[in-house]
């Protein structure tokens, strides 16, 4: 078979062939490539395709390279900002030359960079950093590289490489509606595939499928888009086959939880199990019965550490609560000391299964345990029940919570709040263990602080090196007589405890930093980050180019971008205290945006929300969201919690989307307005970083900020109405 002409087998055949043909890039007004009027179904199934694609590579990419190059899982906005700039990138090229072989190629070299620098040990000596790097799985002999910059930097390039052509691809076809009067239809299609895109991972993370599975799927699918020109297949097939093959001979993982790249090693010296999580040591299952064989100094040295709050409690805990029970050593020691009843509350399903299997002691199969699969502060926000005893295990999870945060799994957990919920749980003459590996010293100072602000007396502290961890911290009546201090020296150590005006709290969840700060690293990375963007936008767009020399600047569409992604960020993290830090959240704000940006869109061609009634509703529902605490949805049912985190993510988003939609309306130059609020929604992006200073609340009042500004501009030079233009893409409202 030539190229360009139509395979043979019969009409179903023929249509696939018709369906997955690329188009020339001129397209006839009101008509499709095939020159048939008015026929959109082709163009309508690759739309849907190309989007499924496009939010499935992304969650894939956000899964995958921070399992390979450990730098990355610390930045995964980082992932999240670059594909959104490839995918803005490719609708900016919509009308010149088609790119979409270069899918599978950049999608390749980035696999391939990725494997290489996972064989390099990436280190970051500056304090205020605080990057938790292990590389566990790597010898003597790996290659040490000091700073991490540079590799952050390669793959934020790279990343966006793979969405171009994908992003080019769906502009064209949203510009197929547009010529059709079907813009509408078009971005329908195009929401209806990011949805099913998002569900789709969400399912294979759950299911547990390896990564060689979601690359052979995204490529698979892909395959449909180069179908009828045999060249294209054959060029597009080789590079996909040695991108899944390079991607299964990097593979280092025995499982894949929703959370972890996991994988265990028995060690040499004794009968422990080494747990990884994305190549670095995340946790040990020991022998820790009293009557259990010491095999090293280091198990006798644990044993004890894990013994030590146990054995000076006047009495025997009836009921204890174990918070990140992990493969089960808080279980096992609890279970030896006689314990009733034990609630294990532990996030991740694999992990509970390796301990289910592995554990030398095997707490999970006494009847005297019930397990309980979710987050840590999602079950103290659900649970009614109260306590003897309750055990913060080591729960430093070594990852984050979503693609669109810099909070990580364990961040709300450690809060002042976090420390309250679990002080609320506890009986009157009970008592709280928090077991820690403290690497710095102003960690230290925020867990002092924390504990006593919740329990009004400094903890009871036990210091060593106990191999998991080095600190034990025991609050609580329960622990009132091993106290050290009278009240009045209690009382004088209250008050000069450093770093009390620095408690962690849920609205600056940040254990692991010193202060309220942005870090010179951070900030530095933050401009490379937008020079890169902004360089790539003015060489890719003429027109963008030609406004940045005439002082054209779209301020409006920067502003909707900024904000938008903001939103977007805080919203992922506020509701994480209403559902747990799980991928349910993740699916419930973007199933929300999605949504209320859908539904903004057909009341803005079906019945007009005027534009001023759409800012003032903005505002309105941001100050709500803001003033109303979250605690309202907590502890509800699922129904109630569902509606009021819709609502409270989609409001401030709906009416968001209608000023946007109605002031793009007025742009002529569309591809210009879409480049400004592309490199809008970077700066949003990398604003998150800010969270870090000014808290999570502040990215609402940021939010706010942008969006009034926009209002302003809007206010200030109103544009004269003109026929509808639906851009190229969903920009961002």
Request: proline letters at 5%; charged letters at 15%.
């Amino acid at each position: 078979m030539t190229e360009g002409t139509e395979p043979r087998g019969g009409t179903r055949l023929r249509a696939w062939a018709a369906f997955a043909r690329p188009e020339p890039t001129g397209v006839p007004e009101g008509g499709n490539a095939d020159g048939e009027p008015g026929a959109l179904w082709r163009p309508g199934l690759q739309l849907v395709l190309v989007s499924f694609l496009v939010l499935f590579q992304e969650l894939v990419l956000i899964r995958w390279i921070p399992s390979q190059v450990r730098v990355a899982a610390y930045f995964p906005n980082l992932i999240l900002i670059s594909s959104f700039l490839g995918l803005g990138l490719g609708c900016l090229r919509g009308k010149r030359r088609s790119l979409l072989l270069l899918w599978p190629v950049g999608l390749l070299v980035l696999i391939g960079v990725s494997v290489l620098l996972s064989r390099v040990v990436f280190t970051a000596n500056e304090a205020s950093d605080h990057l938790w790097l292990l590389y566990h799985d790597l010898g003597e002999s790996a290659p040490v590289v000091k700073g991490v910059r540079g590799p952050l930097v390669l793959l934020f390039v790279l990343t966006a490489l793979p969405f171009v052509p994908l992003g080019q691809l769906i502009a064209r076809r949203l510009e197929h509606f547009r010529r059709a009067s079907r813009a509408l239809w078009g971005y329908s299609l195009d929401l209806l595939g990011s949805l099913c895109g998002v569900v789709a991972f969400s399912a294979v993370a759950f299911l547990g499928w390896f990564p060689i599975a979601w690359f052979t799927l995204l490529l698979g699918l892909g395959l449909a888009l180069m179908w009828g020109r045999r060249r294209r297949v054959i060029a597009y097939a080789a590079f996909a086959a040695l991108a899944v093959v390079a991607v299964g001979r990097a593979e280092k993982a025995d499982w894949y939880s929703p959370y972890y790249a996991l994988s265990t090693d028995e060690s040499p010296n004794s009968a422990d199990l080494f747990v990884m999580t994305n190549g670095s040591l995340h946790q040990m299952a020991r022998p820790l019965a009293k009557d259990d064989p010491i095999i090293s100094e280091a198990d006798q040295i644990n044993r004890i550490g894990y013994h030590f709050p146990l054995e000076r409690l006047r009495r025997t805990p009836k009921r204890a609560l174990v918070l990140g029970a992990g493969t089960g050593n808080d279980v096992a020691v609890l279970l030896e000391h006689g314990v009733e009843q034990i609630d294990a509350v532990e996030i991740d399903p694999v992990i509970l299964e390796i301990g289910r299997r592995s554990h030398p002691n095997r707490p999970y199969d006494s009847p005297r345990v019930t397990i309980y699969e979710t987050d840590a502060r999602s079950f103290l926000n659900d649970t009614d029940a109260s306590y003897d005893l309750i055990v913060f295990g080591t729960l430093d999870s070594m990852t984050r919570l979503s693609a669109l945060s810099n909070v990580r799994l364990d961040n709300f957990v450690y809060t002042l709040e976090g420390i309250r919920a679990a002080r609320s749980h506890l009986a009157s003459d009970g008592g709280l263990v928090m077991y820690f590996m403290v690497g710095k010293e102003h960690i230290h100072r925020h867990i002092l602080a924390m504990l006593s602000e919740t329990f009004g007396e400094l903890p009871v502290l036990e210091q060593g090196d106990y191999s998991l961890f080095n600190v034990i911290y025991m609050a609580g009546p329960a622990f009132s007589h091993l106290r050290r201090y009278s009240a009045e020296g209690e009382e004088a150590s209250l008050a000069a405890l450093p770093g009390v005006e620095e408690l962690p709290s849920d609205d600056w969840p940040y254990l692991y930093l010193e202060s309220r700060s942005v870090s010179p690293f951070y900030l530095s990375l933050m401009a490379v980050f937008l020079l890169i963007a902004a360089l790539a936008v003015f060489v890719t767009s003429r027109d963008m180019r030609r406004s940045a020399a005439t002082a054209a600047f779209d301020g409006e569409m920067f502003l909707f971008g900024v904000a938008f992604l903001l939103l977007e960020t805080r919203f992922v993290t506020a509701m994480n205290l209403v559902w747990g830090a799980t991928w349910l959240t993740s699916a419930v704000v973007f199933g929300s945006i999605l949504l209320m940006v859908l539904l903004a869109t057909v009341l803005t061609q079906v019945a007009p929300i005027p534009y001023r009634v759409a800012a003032v509703g903005v505002i309105a529902t941001l100050a709500l969201v803001y003033l109303a605490p979250l605690e309202l949805a907590v502890g509800r049912s699922v129904a109630t919690r569902l509606g009021i985190s819709t609502l409270v993510v989609g409001l401030p988003v709906f009416f968001a989307s209608v000023c946007f939609a109605t002031r793009f309306k007025a742009r002529e130059a569309v591809d210009v307005a879409f480049g400004w609020n592309l490199l809008g929604a970077v700066v949003g992006g990398l604003l998150e970083f800010f969270s870090m200073s000014l808290g999570l609340g502040a990215l609402l009042l940021l939010a706010a900020v942008a969006y009034l500004g926009a209002f302003l501009l809007a206010e200030r030079v109103r544009q004269p109405a003109v026929a509808p233009v639906q851009p190229a893409v969903a920009p961002t409202a």
